[in-house]
């Protein structure tokens, strides 16, 4: 099966816009302000009624002040009943560490359901992640909690069991309600790996925008970010999540008198094309999905202007030249 098609058949019923969609606006707000008392002060209750916030959560977390899309058409236009190509803001994680680690690397995801994720790593073992939800999380048999206060944000620290194939791990975490439906949640090792080191962490949070390594500009008018996953991955979907649109970073290429054999489903031969000015090889292919939109697609193999291979999967409503000037708007920042 096709990326395309698993991340199809996957793929959650789409549900309303919650006030999560509004988490980054929020944080940057209240950023801005100063002022604590402009959220709730709730003492941190543990409610432990998670909300599948959808994927309206990961589409608006782009930034605060736009929508998924621009209005003005990308330069592909459209073609008679396909789909129109607009401009897309690249989907951001909302907040960053002040001063960042300088000898760590950072990685960003999110979950269809609402949940994003940043990764602080590097050669050691030194690893710090920082979750964002809409609501307050669930941890893993909690102990010992104990009431904080972060940057004037209330929160609770807690020993949570974490379990593993080699057995139970305690885990040091960081809970804190940065607003309304906004909740931050900080775990580590090395380095990080106490409360003391937890807190410090928590106190260089700033809300502030930063764009995840792989994006693309230019997409399908209305779509947004259904997942993204360690800067490798990029999934964008309709209002009815009927259809996808992927953008990978494979291990290497697939030399293009192999992609046939390579590919599941093809149904037509290996297009030459050009992307960025360097070869691109584009191949029709059935996906196999029955659900609306069909089971036609284009799967595109291009490469950076540096070189690097990367993966373009689309719905077959899009035409040759649309899927290649798509291409030539993603973007990858390692």
Request: proline letters at 10%.
């Amino acid at each position: 099966m096709n990326e395309l098609t698993a991340l199809r058949v996957a793929a959650p019923e789409a549900t309303p816009l919650s006030p999560a969609v509004r988490l980054a606006a929020r944080a940057a707000l209240l950023e801005e302000i100063g002022d604590p008392r402009a959220r709730s002060r709730r003492s941190p209750v543990r409610r432990r009624t998670w909300i599948r916030a959808g994927v309206g959560v990961v589409a608006v977390v782009a930034a605060w002040t736009t929508a998924v899309v621009v209005a003005a058409p990308g330069p592909a236009g459209t073609p008679p009943g396909g789909i129109e190509l607009v401009a897309f803001a690249p989907p951001a994680f909302p907040f960053t560490l002040d001063p960042t680690p300088a000898d760590l690397q950072v990685t960003y995801s999110a979950d269809p359901g609402g949940l994003l994720h940043a990764v602080w790593a590097g050669d050691t073992d030194d690893r710090l992640v920082v979750d964002i939800s809409p609501d307050e999380p669930d941890l893993a048999d909690p102990a010992d909690e104990q009431d904080v206060s972060v940057q004037g944000r209330d929160g609770y620290l807690a020993t949570e069991t974490q379990q593993s194939p080699t057995g139970d791990r305690l885990q040091e975490v960081l809970v804190l309600e940065w607003a309304d439906d906004l909740w931050v949640t900080l775990r580590g090792e090395g380095r990080f790996s106490d409360r003391d080191d937890l807190r410090d962490a928590a106190r260089t949070l700033t809300a502030q925008p930063v764009d995840v390594g792989l994006s693309v500009r230019l997409a399908p008018a209305g779509w947004s970010v259904y997942a993204y996953k360690d800067d490798t991955t990029l999934t964008l979907t309709d209002d009815a999540q009927a259809q996808t649109l992927t953008v990978s970073l494979p291990p290497g290429p697939v030399p293009a008198d192999e992609l046939l054999a390579q590919l599941e489903g093809p149904v037509g031969p290996v297009i030459d094309g050009s992307v960025n000015g360097l070869p691109a090889q584009l191949v029709a292919v059935d996906t196999g999905y029955t659900g609306p939109g069909g089971s036609a697609g284009w799967y595109l193999q291009a490469q950076f202007p540096d070189g690097r291979t990367f993966v373009v999967q689309t719905p077959g409503a899009l035409t040759r030249q649309q899927v290649l000037e798509l291409a030539g708007q993603v973007t990858y920042t390692p």
